[in-house]
C-alpha cells in the first residue's frame, strides 16, 4: 500500500479490503498543514481511485498518543497575516479553518465506514478527529481533553459540531469544551462518545477494531455503504424527510446483484463474494 502512504501516514491491508492508517508524525501526532492536508488527500485518493476497501481503521504508531493535538508552532505561523488588514487577514484565515475543517472531515464523505481505534493520549485535533468516523472504540488507557481554550480558542475544526451530536447530552460537552478537563474511556463511552472499551493499550484496540472492520467487509458493500450515507442524512434531516430520501434511495438500491449473491450464498452455506462497490476500480501500486 505504498502508494497511499506518505510522510507521517502509514497505510496497509492487514485483510481483503479492509485498510489500516497510522497516524505517525512523531513524537506525539501533533497536527501541522502537511499532515492534516494529507489526512484528507488520503481519503479523497482512494475514494477517486475507486479503491476497493470496505473498512478502514484509523489509529496511532506511538502507544502512549493517538493525538498530541495542533502543532502550536504552525498555528502561530498560521495566524501571522504580515500587513493584511483585519478584514482581509480573516478571510484568509477563514479559508484555512474550512480546509482544515473539510480535511478531517473527509471520513464521514467516504463511501466505507472508517473505525477510529483510540489509545494513549487524545488532545484536541484528536478529539476532532474523531467526530466524522463512523465507530469509536477506544482502549482502557485513553485520556481525552477537548484543549482549545488552553490555547485561547474555541474548538474549530468539529468537536462542537459533532460532540453534541453524537453525545445528546449538551451539558457534559459545555462542560468539558469550558474546562478543557480530561476524561477516560469510561466516561467517554458512558456519554457516548465511543461504543467500546478495550482492556488493554494500542495493540488491544487496534486488534477488536480490525476484527470488526474485517466483519463488516464481508457484508454487501451496497448495504453498507448505503446504511452509512442513509444514518448521516437522518441527522440532519427530519424524520419524513429522511424516510422520503431513504425510499427514494433504495428504490435504486433494490437492483443491485448484491441481494441475490447474498441468497445464493445463504441457501448454500457459503460466504457471499460481492463486487467492489465502484466500476471504475485501479489496481493500487503495491
Not at 47 to 73: H, I, M, N, Q, W
Not at 229 to 236: A, E, K, Q, V, W
Request: charged share 20%.
Amino acid at each position: 500500500m505504498s502508494h497511499y502512504s506518505s510522510k507521517w501516514i502509514k497505510v496497509s491491508e492487514p485483510s481483503p479490503h479492509v485498510l489500516l492508517v497510522e497516524l505517525a508524525r512523531g513524537p506525539v501526532n501533533a497536527f501541522c498543514t502537511e499532515f492534516w492536508a494529507a489526512y484528507g488527500q488520503l481519503f479523497e485518493a482512494l475514494t477517486d481511485d475507486g479503491y476497493d476497501v470496505r473498512a478502514l481503521v484509523v489509529s496511532s504508531v506511538f502507544p502512549k498518543y493517538f493525538c498530541g493535538g495542533l502543532d502550536l508552532e504552525d498555528a502561530a505561523a498560521l495566524g501571522a497575516r504580515g500587513t493584511l488588514d483585519g478584514a482581509r487577514a480573516a478571510l484568509s484565515s477563514r479559508k484555512m479553518i474550512l480546509a482544515f475543517q473539510r480535511a478531517l472531515g473527509a471520513p464521514e464523505r467516504a463511501p466505507f465506514p472508517v473505525i477510529a481505534a483510540v489509545h494513549g493520549h487524545c488532545i484536541g485535533i484528536g478529539v476532532d478527529l474523531l467526530g466524522p468516523c463512523d465507530i469509536r472504540y477506544a482502549a482502557t488507557n485513553t485520556k481525552f481533553a477537548i484543549k482549545e481554550v488552553d490555547v485561547g480558542l474555541a474548538a474549530g475544526i468539529g468537536s462542537l459540531a459533532f460532540l453534541p451530536n453524537i453525545t445528546g447530552n449538551h451539558s457534559l460537552v459545555r462542560e468539558l469544551a469550558y474546562s478543557a478537563r480530561s476524561f477516560s474511556a469510561a466516561e467517554a463511552e458512558k456519554f457516548g462518545l465511543v461504543s467500546k472499551v478495550v482492556g488493554g493499550g494500542r495493540e488491544e484496540v487496534v486488534k477488536e477494531a480490525l476484527e470488526l472492520a474485517e466483519f463488516i467487509a464481508s457484508k454487501s458493500p451496497i448495504a453498507v455503504s448505503g446504511s452509512k450515507h442513509l444514518i448521516t442524512h437522518s441527522r440532519d434531516h427530519s424524520v419524513p424527510e429522511n424516510l422520503a430520501y431513504t425510499g427514494a434511495w433504495n428504490a435504486a438500491a433494490l437492483m443491485t446483484t448484491d441481494i441475490g449473491d447474498n441468497l445464493a450464498a445463504t441457501m448454500k452455506k457459503e460466504k457471499a463474494k460481492f463486487s467492489p462497490l465502484s466500476v471504475d476500480t485501479k489496481l493500487s501500486k503495491l
